[in-house]
């Protein structure tokens, strides 16, 4: 036999057991006993949280029945709150200032409606600022309730629930028990779920109120939004700013003129369009996660256009403009990451050039020691196998000055001698060395503008440029094509301008290679220095000209460089006659040099020549020896930059003391540092160093035969 039975004890609490008991063969009875008091009270506790539970489903149901009128679905939920904690009180507290002030109450804390109690000294404070319930199991011993209030109310047990409106703590409902611990974890989640009642209540009504005054707004407004929609309509269709719209699918549902035009295709063909097509580059999916999560987005990206080109766009995108509907501004960036580019490309430049600028001088000087005595121990060997050395240090440094010079056009910063030329003459003139340079397997066309206008320019760097632009068009066509040189006269801004124009058939270039083409040391030939496209730049830009290109792989390339147009007459040049030596002179030439080796160098070459040579090796020192000779002095011949005196000022005391006294300036420096000493003016004689024994004695003998003739 199995039961239950209730049983005293002496101290008068009851214990709850279960027996078994069973008839033995012998006649007597075993019974077994099992004290069952905790399972009863679980069982308890089961019953009393599920009737709880149905108590809090129950009240969720009304509150959904209800009318949303805060104030009386409050006070009903303070009542319910209490029954459901097993409490003995209940209160509804909103924070006023620094205080907070009772509202609603039920059972021992009805009467004080209207109290005030501190909002910083209690255990509601402490409930606001965690945002979570807060249980004081003993009034009289927790420091964090507001004492006075509790040993008035009678509280012995107290949970603080917060209530939210708008995600921010506005008050906090209030559980009170007159015996202390009088809650277990039941009541605590009770007494948050009410809370969370009382401010769904709060949030429904003023959504509610929210929405009815929305309604009045619209049907007040509907014809201002009609109005509105015209407008952004016509903004939309008319702005010159690319402007798009999609929808949760990331469709292209709607854009205007300019956003057709930077995707290159029409308007129907891209409405068939989805954003991820466009965008395969980026990850999109997040982006949009993000996107519709925050309602905006402003981000920098990569555009595919449906015909394959990349565009570097920056757009900013508002979510739900209309519902579904999203709308994105684009601005198209691939103009200013060209500037960009281009900026970079010129501190590049600039940084190099400062350096090649910075070693210019002394390196010309050296250079140029280098190159006239090599040309002497040429000229004076006889043994044929010392000979052949000499010219092997000849070419080097040959070599050397033109890298020098290369160094220095790429980063504009070379000396220029412009004159007003024709560029006709320049291009006819290299024909057959052209055909030459780029080989029977390649075609050479030229189609010249016969009334074509005249530039200032030097031609011998000018000659520069179209040989090595010739050259890269041949390395492009190793099984042989075309290059067509055409000249025209174009207008631009109501600016006259010269165009030379330089085709090829060639390979053609890829985006990236084509952005990094001027780039100094940049080439794709195997053993190329990565100078002659650079050196050509330097040119163009230095001598007031711009250069563009325009190619694609496997279909040539095309350099588009362009002049302003002078309105003067072209200088004709005397023309030199190959192989001939000037006639010696018997002139005296006063020199002037600060770096020695090169003033002896000078001194030696000029004397070979016939000349008399007078030395010196600063300014005063000059001026001290033109004082004191007492014949005449044909000829200056002067570095520009030296200690004390500069050029220009000893050649202005000479002259004034010796009128009719001719003069030849000379120097390593670059354009950028002796160009404000005025020596590169035109009219005034000028030699760059290095120079060759030639260059000198053929500049100083056509200074005293009074003709011009320029130095290659």
Not at 210 to 227: D, I, M, N, P, Y
Not at 652 to 677: C, E, F, K, N
Request: aromatic share 4%; net charge negative; glycine share 8%.
């Amino acid at each position: 036999m199995r039961g239950e039975r209730a049983h005293r004890r002496k101290d008068g609490t009851t214990l709850e057991t279960e027996f078994s008991s069973r008839l033995l063969d012998d006649g007597r009875i075993h019974t077994t006993l099992r004290d069952a008091t905790q399972r009863k009270r679980n069982e308890e506790r089961l019953r009393s949280n599920l009737g709880r539970l149905h108590e809090i489903i129950q009240t969720q149901q009304e509150i959904s029945a209800l009318e949303l009128d805060p104030e009386a679905i409050t006070a009903a939920i303070v009542e319910r709150a209490q029954r459901l904690a097993g409490a003995d009180g209940a209160a509804v507290q909103w924070f006023e200032g620094k205080v907070s002030v009772l509202r609603h109450a039920s059972g021992i804390a009805a009467t004080y409606v209207g109290g005030r109690i501190s909002a910083d000294m209690s255990l509601a404070a402490v409930a606001a600022k965690t945002g979570e319930p807060v249980y004081a199991r003993d009034t009289s011993t927790d420091p964090r309730v507001d004492a006075e209030m509790i040993r008035r109310v009678g509280a012995r047990s107290l949970i603080c629930a917060p209530l939210y409106r708008d995600a921010r703590v506005v008050g906090v409902l209030s559980v009170l028990g007159i015996e202390a611990d009088a809650f277990d974890e039941v009541a605590v989640e009770t007494t948050r779920l009410m809370a969370e009642f009382v401010s769904s209540a709060i949030r429904n009504s003023n959504e509610l109120e929210a929405r009815r005054k929305l309604v009045e707004e619209l049907q007040e407004s509907e014809a201002a939004r009609k109005e509105g929609n015209l407008l952004f309509e016509a903004i939309f269709e008319r702005s010159i700013v690319p402007k798009l719209i999609a929808d949760d699918d990331r469709r292209v549902v709607e854009l205007n003129d300019s956003a057709a035009k930077l995707l290159g295709v029409s308007r129907d063909v891209a409405m068939r369009l989805r954003i991820d097509e466009l965008l395969p580059d980026e990850p999109v999916e997040d982006l949009w996660v993000g996107f519709l999560e925050a309602g905006a987005l402003q981000a920098e990206v990569t555009l595919r256009r449906p015909d394959g080109a990349n565009r570097r766009i920056e757009f900013t995108a508002t979510a739900n403009v209309r519902p579904g509907r999203h709308i994105a501004v684009v601005r198209d960036l691939s103009r200013q990451k060209e500037l960009e580019v281009q900026l970079r490309q010129a501190q590049k430049m600039e940084a190099v050039g400062r350096l090649a600028g910075g070693i210019a001088h002394d390196f010309n000087n050296l250079l140029t020691a280098i190159v006239g005595y090599s040309e002497f121990l040429v000229g004076g060997l006889t043994d044929p196998r010392l000979r052949r050395h000499a010219e092997e240090i000849k070419k080097a440094s040959e070599r050397a000055a033109a890298l020098t010079g290369q160094l220095l056009a790429f980063s504009r910063r070379q000396v220029l001698q412009p004159r007003v030329l024709d560029l006709n003459s320049i291009v006819s003139d290299m024909d057959m060395m052209l055909r030459r340079l780029i080989g029977e397997d390649v075609e050479l066309l030229t189609m010249l503008e016969p009334e074509l206008g005249a530039i200032r320019a030097d031609p011998t760097q000018l000659e520069q440029v179209i040989v090595n632009l010739a050259v890269n068009a041949r390395d492009a066509m190793p099984g042989g094509g075309s290059v067509t040189i055409e000249t025209a006269n174009i207008v631009i801004d109501d600016e006259t301008a010269i165009e030379l124009r330089l085709t090829d058939t060639g390979t053609g270039m890829t985006d990236a290679e084509r952005q990094q083409l001027f780039e100094p040391f940049f080439t794709t030939k195997a053993g190329g220095t990565g100078l002659g496209l650079a050196t050509v730049h330097g040119i163009v830009e230095q001598s007031g000209g711009t250069i563009e290109v325009t190619s694609a792989p496997g279909m040539g390339s095309s350099f588009r460089i362009l002049f302003p147009c002078v309105e003067a007459l072209v200088e004709e040049q005397a023309a030199q006659v190959a192989g001939m030596k000037p006639r010696p002179g018997d002139e005296t030439v006063l020199l002037v040099e600060d770096e020695t080796v090169v003033r002896r160098l000078v001194a030696e070459i000029l004397e070979t020549s016939g000349y008399t040579v007078l030395q010196a090796a600063d300014g005063p020192s000059a001026l001290e020896l033109a004082r004191r000779h007492s014949g005449e002095i044909g000829l200056l011949v002067t570095d520009v930059v030296m200690p004390g005196m500069s050029g220009p000022e000893v050649a202005q005391s000479v002259t004034a003391m010796r009128p009719g006294t001719l003069v030849l300036y000379m120097s390593g420096y670059t354009d950028s540092q002796i160009g404000h000493h005025g020596v590169l003016e035109p009219g005034i004689a000028f030699l760059q160093k290095p120079f060759s024994t030639d260059d000198l004695t053929r500049k100083v003998r056509a200074l005293l035969d009074k003709t011009a003739v320029a130095v290659d």
